[in-house]
T-cell receptor, first 115, second 111 residues
Framework: GAGVSQSPRYKVAKRGQDVALRCDPI?????LFWYQQALGQGPEFLTYFQNEAQLDKSGLPSDRFFAERPEGSVSTLKIQRTQQEDSAVYLCASSLAGLGYNEQFFGPGTRLTVL | RKEVEQDPGPFNVPEGATVAFNCTYSNSASQSFFWYRQDCRKEPKLLMS???SGNEDGRFTAQLNRASQYISLLIRDSKLSDSATYLCVVLNYNQGGKLIFGQGTELSVKP
C-alpha cells in the first residue's frame, strides 16, 4: 500500500521567500507529525495533529512557521520569510490513532535549502 | 543538554564484528523506547522497540535500564547492509505522541 508521501522532495528558496511543504499521510491515519532534521542531527519535533486539530505546536521555532491540516488528511507546513537556518530536511510522519503509541511511519522528507 | 544523548560516531567495523551503541535519556517520565534506523538520505524506520526485560530480534539485542536511564543496542555478526545511522528514541505519552530522537550514531561496516 501507499506510504506517507511528501512534496516537493527538494526545494531551493532564496532568503526571504515563503515556502509550502505538503504531506499526504497514510489513508486512515489519525495522527500526523512534522519533524525538522538538520544535517548530522536527529529529527526534532515541530508540531502534531490529531485529525484536523493541532494539539501541540511547541516545537515550531518561530512564528514564521505555520502548519495546517484543514480536513484531517493532507497537511501543509508553511515557512514565511525563509532564513538560512531553516535549511533542513522536513519529515512528516503519520500513525493510526492518538491514544497510546502506534508506530509512526515517516515520509521521504522535503530537503529545503535556503540560499 | 539534549534530552536523548548517544555515543558520537562514526563506528567503523569489519564484517562479522559485534558493535554496541549506548544512549542515555534525561526525562525519567519517558515511557517507551525505540531504536530507529536511517539510511543515507532516507527516512527513519523503526528497527525495534526496547522493553525493560530486554529483547532480541535476530542479530539485534536491545536493553533498557530505567534506573540508570540507559538504553543499548547490540548488533552481532554485522553485515555490510547494517551500515546506517542508528537513532535512539524515547516517548513520553504525557507529551502526546511526539518522538524525542538522539542525534544518531553512524555505523559503517567494511568488508
Amino acid at each position: 500500500g501507499a506510504g506517507v508521501s511528501q512534496s516537493p522532495r527538494y526545494k531551493v528558496a532564496k532568503r526571504g521567500q515563503d515556502v509550502a511543504l505538503r504531506c499526504d499521510p497514510i489513508s486512515g491515519h489519525v495522527s500526523l507529525f512534522w519533524y525538522q532534521q538538520a544535517l548530522g542531527q536527529g529529527p526534532e519535533f515541530l508540531t502534531y495533529f490529531q485529525n484536523e486539530a493541532q494539539l501541540d505546536k511547541s516545537g515550531l521555532p518561530s512564528d514564521r512557521f505555520f502548519a495546517e491540516r484543514p480536513e484531517g488528511s493532507v497537511s501543509t507546513l508553511k515557512i514565511q520569510r525563509t532564513q538560512q537556518e531553516d535549511s533542513a530536511v522536513y519529515l512528516c510522519a503519520s500513525s493510526l490513532a492518538g491514544l497510546g503509541y502506534n508506530e509512526q511511519f515517516f515520509g521521504p522528507g522535503t530537503r529545503l535549502t535556503v540560499l | 543538554r539534549k534530552e536523548v544523548e548517544q555515543d558520537p560516531g562514526p563506528f567503523n567495523v569489519p564484517e562479522g564484528a559485534t558493535v554496541a551503541f549506548n544512549c542515555t535519556y534525561s526525562n525519567s517520565a519517558s515511557q517507551s523506547f525505540f531504536w530507529y534506523r536511517q539510511d543515507c538520505r532516507k527516512e527513519p524506520k523503526l528497527l525495534m522497540s526496547v522493553y525493560s526485560s530486554g529483547n532480541e530480534d535476530g542479530r539485534f539485542t536491545a536493553q533498557l535500564n530505567r534506573a540508570s536511564q540507559y538504553i543499548s543496542l547490540l548488533i552481532r555478526d554485522s553485515k555490510l547492509s547494517d551500515s546506517a545511522t542508528y537513532l535512539c528514541v524515547v516517548l513520553n505519552y504525557n507529551q502526546g505522541g511526539k518522538l524525542i530522537f538522539g542525534q544518531g550514531t553512524e555505523l559503517s561496516v567494511k568488508p
